[in-house]
T-cell receptor, first 114, second 112 residues
Framework: DSGVTQTPKHLITATGQRVTLRCSPRSGDLSVYWYQQSLDQGLQFLIQYYNGEERAKGNILERFSAQQFPDLHSELNLSSLELGDSALYFC?????????????FGPGTRLTVL | SQKIEQNSEALNIQEGKTATLTCNYTNYSPAYLQWYRQDPGRGPVFLLLIRENEKEKRKERLKVTFDTTLKQSLFHITASQPADSATYLCALDKGSNYQLIWGAGTKLIIKP
């Protein structure tokens, strides 16, 4: 158990809908990362937050947005969903968000768009 | 831009042998390189980090080397066991922007 929690574990929805994925980082970690992993694909970095502020942005679509709240939990919002958005979405956390930090990954949310 | 190459084909190794996985990168040498293990449907788990001024790092049956001349890191598992079967990912810093670049991973299969 990494100490990172993600809810829900599974999400099935229809095209055009909007969903929110939730992540609670490990106790003491200030940075949160979001990744997308499609079937048999590598990890695609989406976005990183540090202590409530956006720190780095990857290939995140405009339909996707995220935020980190004062209690450090984070939410990833996906809107106008398309079939191609079906994937595993991982949240990870680290102590300070530096690139030498170990990232601790949550169990993921499996999103299926029908 | 920086790119990472890991063996896209699965690596089949006999139990007890040493498994060696490769991570090649282009362009600049990263200051840090990390290796993670990922089991199907689960999040990656950190294994080892090696710095650019370190040639080798060990942890139990795991060993990582870092050759900045060859722009390559090798990940070794000695006395491999079926439980070592997983996908292994390497990740390195982008040099800026706090972001890690991730390889696609190599699937390792240890046969009894």
């Amino acid at each position: 158990d990494s100490g990172v929690t993600q809810t829900p574990k599974h999400l099935i929805t229809a095209t055009g809908q909007r969903v929110t994925l939730r992540c609670s980082p490990r106790s003491g970690d200030l940075s949160v990362y979001w990744y997308q992993q499609s079937l048999d694909q590598g990890l695609q970095f989406l976005i990183q937050y540090y202590n409530g502020e956006e720190r780095a942005k990857g290939n995140i679509l405009e339909r996707f947005s995220a935020q980190q709240f004062p209690d450090l939990h984070s939410e990833l919002n996906l809107s106008s969903l398309e079939l191609g958005d079906s994937a595993l979405y991982f949240c990870a956390s680290s102590v300070a968000g530096e690139y030498w930090d170990t990232q601790y990954f949550g169990p993921g949310t499996r999103l299926t768009v029908l | 831009s920086q790119k990472i190459e890991q063996n896209s084909e699965a690596l089949n190794i006999q139990e007890g042998k040493t498994a060696t996985l490769t991570c090649n990168y282009t362009n600049y040498s990263p200051a840090y390189l990390q290796w993670y293990r990922q089991d199907p449907g689960r999040g990656p788990v950190f294994l080892l980090l090696i710095r650019e001024n370190e040639k080798e790092k060990r942890k139990e049956r795991l060993k990582v080397t870092f050759d900045t001349t060859l722009k390559q890191s090798l990940f070794h598992i000695t006395a491999s066991q079926p439980a070592d079967s997983a996908t292994y990912l390497c990740a390195l810093d982008k040099g800026s922007n706090y972001q890690l670049i991730w390889g696609a991973g190599t699937k390792l299969i240890i046969k009894p």
